[in-house]
T-cell receptor, first 117, second 111 residues
Framework: SAVISQKPSRDICQRGTSLTIQCQVD?????MFWYRQQPGQSLTLIAT?????????ESGFVIDKFPISRPNLTFSTLTVSNMSPEDSSIYLC??????????????FGPGTRLLVL | KQEVTQIPAALSVPEGENLVLNCSFT??????LQWFRQDPGKGLTSLLL?????REQTSGRLNASLDKSSGRSTLYIAASQPGDSATYLC??????????FGAGTILRVKS
């Protein structure tokens, strides 16, 4: 299994500013995933971050708005740029691990609750 | 485009009841299906994972089934307890590593 931590756990920000969210994993992983969960809605994948290459963004998400860094195999950051109230969400970091039975299971961090005023 | 639907959106039951949560998906070309539990401030916890070739998985009081051809999965919780109160999320993994989530079922078990 994996232990994932995120910083900050929550923040309140003013529109127009940017926030960088950190994700730390206790084991080396190839791929890290960033998800967004808007109020009352399901999780949506923002991008997949591979170490040593550019992140792959899903439809509707762009690098200028959500730049991602992946400097090593245990750490990643997601920046929410030029924030607006519509960016108020929970942002979650996730990784995949093989369990003892050989199954790929996805593990999630505790999330970062962002409120943009 | 894959869409995942969960029914009901919310459920309130007395302690001790057996209950069923439903999940449906539109594209049967999935790699696996996973049920998660989400507690406030604690992220998501994986409960059960069913590979596309499997029909069901069991863990303690939880049993999840998968009927890929009809695009359905159910999560059965036996003898529910107040500690089971949480939001339950169904997610299908498409080939290419993408997880597509349902909106979740908010479960409240009353003591």
């Amino acid at each position: 299994s994996a232990v994932i931590s995120q910083k900050p756990s929550r923040d309140i920000c003013q529109r127009g500013t940017s926030l960088t969210i950190q994700c730390q994993v206790d084991s080396q992983v190839t791929m890290m995933f960033w998800y967004r969960q808007q109020p009352g809605q399901s999780l949506t994948l923002i991008a997949t971050a591979n170490q040593g290459s550019e992140a792959t963004y899903e439809s509707g998400f762009v690098i200028d708005k959500f730049p991602i860094s992946r400097p090593n195999l245990t750490f990643s950051t997601l920046t929410v740029s030029n924030m607006s109230p519509e960016d108020s969400s929970i942002y979650l970091c996730s990784v995949e691990f093989f369990t003892g039975t050989g199954q790929e299971t996805q593990y999630f961090g505790p999330g970062t609750r962002l409120l943009v005023l | 485009k894959q869409e995942v639907t969960q029914i009901p959106a919310a459920l309130s039951v007395p302690e001790g009841e057996n209950l069923v949560l439903n999940c449906s998906f539109t594209d049967s070309a999935i790699y696996n299906l996973q049920w998660f539990r989400q507690d406030p401030g604690k992220g998501l916890t994986s409960l059960l994972l069913i590979q596309s070739s499997q029909r069901e998985q069991t863990s303690g009081r939880l049993n999840a089934s998968l009927d890929k051809s009809s695009g359905r999965s159910t999560l059965y919780i036996a003898a529910s307890q107040p500690g089971d109160s949480a939001t339950y999320l169904c997610a299908v993994k498409e080939y290419g590593n993408k997880l597509v989530f349902g909106a979740g079922t908010i479960l409240r078990v009353k003591s």
